[in-house]
């Protein structure tokens, strides 16, 4: 016989021992099958007539009745040998036709073994798969994959291709199922092989698409996959949704057009509608036009988690408040575990004024989050000194790191007469934000997120690929200053669009983005250039490279060693993607830029330049204002930077303190109000004079972060019109009792009626008046004592005492000053004997021994004793005193007690002005 005789002898055997090999492992599978249906049988019998759910749940059955199944559930040609079940499974139903398939096996091409339903029973038949079998199977599949029961949609297409691996859907499927199972490789492969097998299926070059689209250098080849597919399906509006998505991911202008194609290819194709309102969003900053678009998104894909997080960034955006609660607050609370809508609902909150439920919001969040995003909430290293850090760390290892952590926030808190913390509500809301927009490639926040967590929302934000043309006059202050030091004479004078610093390019740094184009005249002027440079291409020298002067110099066009010259805003999309920003009230002013050196979306401090060509002491000032130098520069300054929001017009009223032993141990703070006339309404109706003031007092411990508070509704009418009364005021008092100890006080009012507000703050120390030592209480300055009312707030152990915050008294006018005495000593006879000594001292001059009767002469300083006995180791006193000598000016008062009995002493002293 000859050669090729024998060749086609061979290869008949090979096929006959192939056809012979999938026969037999038909008969495996189909005594496999047959043996599956009487266990599902038995299975149904013991659980009251219902079937597994799947059959690994029949295989635990067996194995707890029998023991172990073996290869029961495995093809013999099934390639998967990690796989312990081949089969697929459907429970049957009792509205199933006849021969509709339960178990199967398909591992064969062009036939399939089954256990059908026939009768009331199961039986396994092997029968040739034709189109009816093929597009049944290719059904069971799509419903597999749109319910995400992604291994039983894998098994279902992968048997497709086997029993018939000349239809192409099936291979596509089967990568669409495994790309959706996070399987890129297997999937990639799979979508070849369904190219292999027509490459007119749009649908695999789509799925390639996605699958270059995931890798790092990979998008151009996404974008020519999608365009193949859209070759072979014009009309395919996923594969031109997926061009819009990768041009909007760099930034291409053109992005929004694609995703107007694709709606024009299929309106209900809803993904392109949110991509739109994504480009308005990032690519113009137009944030009610993107809100549109997704609200159109939203009608088609109501159940659209992320979707709707979006759009609540986007009414934050946008400072439509109202609009984030009415959307966003029964949704949260009808879906508990979508935690990551709390912030935004927080931060609206917060804008709104509804400090509780902006800290309710941000601590059910900080619950419902795992403990490693939390930590990142908690921690304080980005906004402490060096030194706080150590001891943090140090109070922590010792079990008391909450403890600092409550103090720490407490010495922060802008507003102590509110029980929220203000500031540590926006510390959150900054983590929130550079978790959210800083994160992308880097966690958990690239360089901005350090700088954003630490001084908050910049004054000025520019970008290459949104250029902000806007500049209040501080910022540009600020980068004029900063190239007038980096460039000197060289720094023309104009409006920098870019950074000021100069930053790296694909081949050179760049010192035009750093250039001026003055506003007035920017587009034209830009226009213009850009026309002269493509038309001249550049300075060159004779031997056609670039002109390189030997002295270092920022003026001429072209480049200079590895820096190149000014160029206009067109220009800058050669360069790396930059960032720049600006802060206006932290040290002075300082700018800083980041750049995506990798261009992969991580952001960095913009590199330090180094050339040689560079003069060392030019070298010096760019090194100076390296972005990394500068940030760790302000941080030094402000580790912590917060300015809270003031809407309210300022009210400025008079406050004054005094101390006094309160109940059970603890101290008394009282202050006393000065709410000026002049705030008042007039109402010529009814000739009247009406004042509504709201007045808070609150204290924090400075060293525990205990907070106390006191707050009350100040309400006065009067006759006439008292607005024209200049230096006259309502008095008022609040009173807090507390430990003694080191706090840091506010007093607070806010006229209702108008809306002004106004706040004091000041650090204070309250004495303990505890049993033992002679205590002097605090010094009231008042323009009236007298007998006191039952109910009155101003009455003290008897005395009507109107207090004086003003501490302001008019020529002629008399003073009195008010106090009390604790812990006087009795002697054997029960009887307390204790002197008082009142000095005064003038620094207008003056008579002051007027002041006190029995005294004459002119001397800058007199004193007065006086000697009191009593059966009290408490006395409650006044004096009063005749400044009508005094000159105009200031002037101080000094009580001085001695204890006769126990020669114990204390004393007080009190300042005052006196007015023409």
């Known amino acids: 016989m000859s050669r090729a005789v024998c060749r086609g002898y061979a290869e008949a055997l090979r096929q006959r021992a192939r056809a012979d090999g999938q026969a037999m492992g038909r008969g495996v599978c189909a005594d496999h099958l047959t043996a599956v249906g009487g266990f599902l049988r038995a299975y149904r019998v013991a659980h009251e007539g219902r079937y597994p759910a799947t059959l690994a749940a029949l295989n635990a059955y067996l194995e707890q009745q029998h023991g172990p199944a073996g290869v029961l559930f495995r093809a013999p040609t099934d390639a998967d040998k990690e796989r312990r079940i081949s089969y697929g499974y459907r429970m049957p139903r009792p509205e199933d036709p006849e021969g509709a398939p339960v178990v199967w096996s398909y591992f064969y091409a062009g036939r399939g073994v089954e256990l059908v339903k026939a009768g009331d029973g199961l039986r396994a038949i092997d029968r040739p798969f034709g189109k009816a079998q093929v597009d049944s199977l290719f059904a069971v599949g799509l419903r597999a994959l749109e319910s995400d029961s992604l291994a039983a949609a894998i098994l279902a297409f992968k048997g497709l291709t086997y029993v018939a691996p000349s239809y192409g859907p099936g291979h596509t499927k089967l990568g669409y199922a495994c790309l959706k199972a996070g399987q890129v490789a297997r999937a990639e492969a799979v979508f070849l092989k369904a190219l292999q097998v027509d490459r007119r299926q749009a649908e695999a070059h789509n799925g390639l698409g996605l699958i270059y689209a995931q890798r790092p250098m990979g998008l151009q080849w996404a974008i020519e996959a999608f365009q193949e597919a859209l070759k072979w399906n014009p009309k395919y509006a996923e594969a031109r949704y997926h061009i819009a998505e990768i041009r909007l991911k760099l930034k291409q202008y053109d992005a929004r057009g694609d995703a107007e194609k694709a709606i024009a290819l299929d309106p209900a194709y809803a ?542 006018q008399n003073i009195f000053v008010y106090y009390e005495v604790y812990n006087l000593k009795p002697d054997s006879t029960g009887v307390t004997r204790h002197s008082v000594e009142y000095t005064l001292r003038a620094e207008g001059g003056g008579i002051l021994s007027k002041a006190f009767p029995g005294f004459v002469g002119k001397r800058p300083e007199v004193a007065v004793s006086q000697t009191q006995a009593g059966t009290q180791e408490a006395e409650y006193r006044y004096i009063e005193l005749d400044l009508q000598g005094l000159s105009p000016g200031k002037g101080a008062l000094t009580v001085t007690v001695r204890d006769l009995n126990s020669g114990q002493a204390a004393s007080r002293e009190l300042a005052f002005t006196m007015a023409e």
């Open 271 to 812: 993904p392109a509608y949110r991509l739109i309102g994504d480009w308005w969003d990032e690519m113009q900053d137009d944030y009610e036009t993107a809100i549109l678009w997704y609200v159109r998104y939203m009608a088609m894909r109501p159940d659209d988690v992320e979707a709707r997080l979006r759009l609540g960034k986007l009414y934050l955006k946008a400072r439509d408040f109202e609009r984030v609660t009415k959307m966003l607050m029964d949704y949260a609370q009808g879906h508990a575990e979508e935690v990551h809508i709390l912030p935004i609902l927080a931060q609206a909150c917060l804008e709104m004024k509804r400090l509780d439920w902006a800290q309710a919001f941000y601590a059910r969040y900080l619950n419902g989050v795992d403990a490693r995003e939390r930590a990142l909430y908690e921690d304080i290293r980005p906004v402490v000194y060096p030194e706080e850090v150590a001891e943090y760390e140090g109070a922590v290892r010792s079990g008391q790191g909450e403890a600092f952590l409550r103090r720490f926030w407490a010495r922060r808190d802008p507003d102590l007469i509110t029980p929220v913390n203000e500031r540590l509500l926006e510390h959150y809301r900054r983590v929130w934000y550079a978790r959210t927009n800083f994160s992308a490639r880097k966690k958990p926040w690239d360089r901005r997120g350090e700088v954003y967590v630490r001084f908050g929302e910049p004054d000025h934000r520019s970008r290459s690929d949104m250029v902000n043309f806007q500049q209040g006059l501080a910022v540009q202050r600020v980068k004029e200053a900063m190239a007038q030091e980096l460039y000197g004479k060289d720094a023309d004078i104009g409006t920098y669009i870019g950074p000021v610093y100069p930053i790296k390019g694909p081949r050179q740094y760049d010192l035009s983005f750093i250039v001026q184009q003055r506003m007035a005249a920017i587009g034209a002027e830009m226009m213009r250039g850009q026309q002269a440079q493509q038309g001249q291409g550049g300075a060159q020298s004779p031997s056609g490279q670039p002109n390189a002067s030997e002295e270092f110099n920022f003026s001429g066009v072209g480049v200079e060693g590895n820096f190149s010259s000014r160029a206009t805003a067109q220009q800058g999309t050669e360069l790396v993607p930059w960032e720049c920003w600006v802060y206006t009230k932290i040290g002075g002013g300082f700018e800083i830029t980041f750049t995506d050196e990798l261009q992969n979306g991580n952001y960095d401090y913009a590199p330090q330049v180094l050339d040689a060509r560079v003069p060392p002491e030019r070298l010096l000032k760019f090194n100076w204002y390296a972005p990394e130098r500068v940030f760790a520069r302000a941080s030094m300054v402000a580790p912590d930077f917060y300015t809270p929001k003031i809407d309210a017009p300022p009210l400025k009223f008079y406050y004054d303190l005094a101390d006094f032993r309160g109940m059970e141990g603890r101290s008394a703070l009282e202050v006393y109000y000065g709410i000026p006339r002049v705030i008042g309404r007039y109402l010529p109706e009814q000739d009247s004079t009406r004042m509504v003031v709201d007045r808070q007092v609150a204290l924090l411990n400075l060293e525990t972060g205990a907070a106390f508070r006191a707050q009350r509704e100040l309400v006065f009418e009067g006759a006439g019109d008292l607005t024209r009364q200049p230096g006259a005021f309502i008095p008022d008092v609040a009173r807090l009792e507390v430990p003694p100890g080191k706090y840091r006080l506010e007093v607070s009012a806010k006229d209702r009626l108008s809306g002004r507000m106004g706040t004091y703050r000041q650090d204070v120390g309250i004495p303990p008046y505890g049993k033992g030592a002679l205590r002097l209480s605090g010094l009231v300055l008042a323009w009236q004592v007298g007998e006191g009312r039952e109910g009155d707030k101003f009455t003290r152990h008897g005395l009507r005492v109107v207090p004086l915050p003003t501490r302001t008294f008019r020529k002629g």
